[in-house]
């Protein structure tokens, strides 16, 4: 294979790592803090690239390229398996998904360079044009609908996975191993067809995903207007109930005031007071309790309150929500829902004395909301600082909180100190 421009081929091949490295780190979540994490990712990058940089200007592209799973793929699958906060089938798709996208985009160049006859300087070209192309993608139109994917779709990834890593697979065998394609003319048209297929079956599988995507929200959906709707029934009901003891005490009135006639006219001052407290105690009971203007979100906190209040739960409520939202109601109101129901779930597993719930929300300088209650021992936070689940079939309502800040960019942590559960949220 005579290459004039093999150099300028080389030097688009080490440009290549570093695009690679780029597009992966956009869709990429670490588990750690972003200190944490560059601290460990600036030295690995640097041993990593300055490693294979070496072993490309010192041996050339063909030899780094029979060893590219070696010194290129393994090191940097096992550094960020390390600090990946999704660790499953999600890690391995974007990993391989990255990957086999570069290596198309060489494979293709490389080969429309060897149908015009070119000497490499076509191949280097193209490739230099290439890579902006696939940067601005990755950043414009790629980056949040991919993440937004890898929160809300929680199964496929492994398939998806496995056929990536199939297709990472026979690139790199058909691109590079044993020699170059270049001079296995014979392997052309199976390379050609692996090429056209990729793309259909990435198009298939984003396909899938994000049916898989619309499907969850719609569930999501579903699931806040049946919330809501039972929240407004069951005020209703209270505010039913309230009226029909209204109209009970309003027909009581008139005989209450008689007696109280009777017992004044009598001279028994002490008597008349005392019953006049106890007609102002059921009338006190009367009363609808009001937390917010808001229709909905009062609902919801007057249901989850009254529960908390049965469970004989000591209950501090600070409520001061602004006349106008930054936020949907109905995605508020989920929030509301899903902590407050958390909260009692963990209160119901705690003995009489030591069931606190204290719920804070302020409307300025900006939305604040804090709900704290005392945990249990089983309690913990997994490595992404989320919680983790105690029981089958509880944590959904974390998962729906932490997609309720991703989507409105809002600041989320949870915290355990001193034996409290303190969920933290700011927008």
């Known amino acids: 294979m005579n290459l004039r421009y093999q150099n300028l081929i080389d030097w688009s091949t080490s440009l290549s790592m570093f695009?690679?490295?780029?597009?992966?780190?956009?869709?990429?979540?670490?588990?750690?803090?972003?200190?944490?994490?560059?601290?460990?990712?600036?030295?690995?990058?640097?041993?990593?690239?300055?490693?294979?940089?070496?072993?490309?200007?010192?041996?050339?592209?063909?030899?780094?390229?029979?060893?590219?799973?070696?010194?290129?793929?393994?090191?940097?699958?096992?550094?960020?398996?390390?600090?990946?906060?999704?660790?499953?089938?999600?890690?391995?798709?974007?990993?391989?998904?990255?990957?086999?996208?570069?290596?198309?985009?060489?494979?293709?160049?490389?080969?429309?360079?060897?149908?015009?006859?070119?000497?490499?300087?076509?191949?280097?070209?193209?490739?230099?044009?290439?890579?902006?192309?696939?940067l601005l993608v990755a950043w414009r139109f790629v980056r949040r609908p991919y993440l937004?994917?890898?929160?809300?779709?929680?199964?496929?990834?492994?398939?998806?996975?496995?056929?990536?890593?199939?297709?990472?697979?026979?690139?790199t065998i058909l691109g590079g191993i044993p020699t170059n394609l270049r001079l296995r003319p014979w392997d052309m048209p199976a390379a050609v067809m692996a090429l056209i297929l990729l793309p259909l079956t990435y198009a298939t599988m984003f396909t899938v995903l994000r049916q898989q995507d619309e499907l969850f929200r719609v569930r999501e959906r579903q699931r806040i207007f049946e919330l809501q709707v039972s929240m407004m029934e069951r005020r209703a009901s209270e505010l039913h109930e309230a009226e029909d003891r209204i109209r009970v005490e309003r027909h009581d009135l008139r005989h209450r005031l008689l007696a109280i006639s009777a017992m004044l006219r009598q001279g028994n001052a002490q008597a008349a007071l005392?019953?006049?407290g106890s007609s102002q105690q059921a009338l006190d009971d009367t009363e609808v309790e009001r937390y917010c203007a808001d229709p909905a979100l009062n609902a919801?906190?007057?249901?989850?309150?009254?529960?908390?209040?049965?469970?004989?739960?000591?209950?501090?409520?600070?409520?001061?929500?602004?006349?106008?939202?930054?936020?949907?109601?109905?995605?508020?109101?989920?929030?509301?829902?899903?902590?407050?129901?958390?909260?009692?779930?963990?209160?119901?597993?705690?003995?009489?004395?030591?069931?606190?719930?204290?719920?804070?929300?302020?409307?300025?300088?900006?939305?604040?909301?804090?709900?704290?209650?005392?945990?249990?021992?089983?309690?913990?936070?997994?490595?992404?600082?989320?919680?983790?689940?105690?029981?089958?079939?509880?944590?959904?309502?974390?998962?729906?909180?932490?997609?309720?800040?991703e989507k409105y960019q809002a600041m989320c942590s949870f915290r355990i100190e001193d034996g409290w559960f303190r969920l933290r949220l700011a927008l």
């Not at 429309?112 to 696939?134: H, K, Q, T």
């Not at 937004?148 to 690139?171: D, E, I, K, N, Q």
């Open 148 to 171: 937004a994917l890898l929160h809300s779709v929680s199964r496929g990834w492994w398939m998806f996975a496995a056929m990536t890593g199939l297709f990472y697979l026979t690139l």
């Open 300 to 405: 919801v906190l007057s249901s989850y309150f009254r529960q908390a209040k049965e469970l004989g739960v000591r209950l501090e409520a600070h409520i001061d929500l602004p006349a106008r939202l930054p936020v949907p109601t109905a995605a508020l109101s989920t929030v509301f829902a899903n902590a407050l129901e958390n909260m009692i779930h963990e209160m119901r597993k705690l003995p009489g004395e030591d069931r606190r719930m204290v719920c804070k929300c302020i409307g300025s300088p900006c939305l604040m909301m804090e709900f704290s209650n005392p945990c249990g021992r089983d309690a913990r936070l997994g490595p992404d600082g989320f919680p983790l689940p105690t029981d089958a079939g509880h944590g959904t309502g974390t998962r729906s909180i932490a997609a309720f800040a």
């Open 19 to 134: 695009v690679v490295v780029a597009i992966f780190l956009m869709l990429f979540e670490p588990r750690y803090s972003r200190k944490r994490y560059l601290l460990s990712l600036i030295p690995f990058m640097t041993l990593w690239m300055g490693g294979n940089l070496y072993i490309l200007l010192a041996y050339g592209i063909e030899e780094q390229g029979k060893y590219t799973l070696l010194t290129t793929t393994l090191p940097s699958l096992l550094y960020f398996l390390a600090v990946s906060k999704n660790r499953g089938g999600r890690f391995f798709f974007t990993f391989c998904l990255v990957d086999t996208a570069m290596i198309w985009v060489m494979m293709v160049t490389g080969l429309i360079d060897y149908a015009v006859g070119g000497e490499g300087l076509v191949n280097f070209a193209l490739r230099l044009a290439s890579f902006p192309v696939m």
């Open 274 to 276: 005392d019953y006049i």
